[in-house]
C-alpha cells in the first residue's frame, strides 16, 4: 500500500495541529488536516511508535491510532465520502428560498411551500424551515416601528425645540 504524501513537505517543521491549513472539501472542524495525517503516516511509516508520534504532533493516541488504521484499511488518509441521504433542497432551491425571503421578510412558511410546489421542488414546512436555519434566516418578531406622518415629526420636533432649556426635574416630571 502507498501513502499519499506531498512530494515538497518539510517533515522536520511545526508540529501544532493549528498550523494546518486545510483545502479537503469534506472535511469537519474536529478532523485533523490532511498534512498533519499524511505526517502521522511517513513517521508510522519509518517506525516510530504510537506514543512518540503522540508525543511529538501533540495528538491523542487513539487518533494516531484510527489515523493509522484507516490508513491500512483504505490505502489513504482523505476523508472518505460520508453516509447519509442527500439533503432534499439542492443548492439552487435553498439560495431561491433565501432569496425570496429576503425580498418579502413577512412571506409564510406554507406560501414558501407553494413555491416550491410551482418551482418543482416539492418540501415539507420543516424541510423549508430548517433549509433557511442553514442560511441564518429564522422566524421573528418584527420591531415595531412608530406610524409617524409629517405633523407628527413636526409636533414631535417642536416639543423638543421648546422643552430644550427646561431642568432634570422638569424633565423627569414630562417623562
Known amino acids: 500500500m ?37 505526517r502521522i503516516v511517513w513517521r508510522h511509516r519509518s517506525g516510530e511508535g504510537y506514543r512518540k508520534l503522540s ?10 491510532d484510527s489515523i493509522i488504521h484507516k490508513w ?8 472518505r465520502p460520508r453516509a447519509g441521504r442527500p439533503a432534499k433542497p439542492s443548492d439552487r432551491g435553498r439560495r431561491t ?3 425570496e425571503v429576503t425580498e418579502n421578510p413577512m412571506v409564510t412558511l406554507k406560501e414558501l411551500q407553494h413555491f416550491s410546489v410551482e418551482r418543482g421542488e416539492p418540501s415539507k414546512r ?9 442560511s441564518g434566516l429564522y422566524g421573528r418578531v418584527t420591531r415595531r416601528k412608530p406610524l409617524l406622518s409629517k405633523r407628527h415629526m ?19 416630571k414630562i417623562l
Open 2 to 38: 502507498a501513502v499519499v504524501v506531498n512530494p515538497g513537505l518539510d517533515r522536520s517543521g511545526p508540529t501544532v495541529n493549528s498550523a494546518c491549513q486545510s483545502t479537503d472539501q469534506a472535511m469537519k472542524s474536529k478532523e485533523l488536516c490532511v498534512d498533519l495525517r499524511d
Open 97 to 99: 428560498l433565501v432569496r
Open 154 to 172: 413636526t409636533a414631535h420636533l417642536e416639543f423638543a425645540k421648546t422643552h430644550l432649556k427646561d431642568s432634570q426635574t422638569m424633565r423627569n
Open 55 to 64: 508525543a511529538t504532533l501533540k495528538v491523542p493516541v487513539s487518533t494516531v
Open 126 to 134: 420543516t424541510t423549508i424551515s430548517a433549509a433557511l436555519h442553514q
Open 72 to 79: 491500512k484499511k483504505f490505502g489513504t488518509t482523505r476523508t
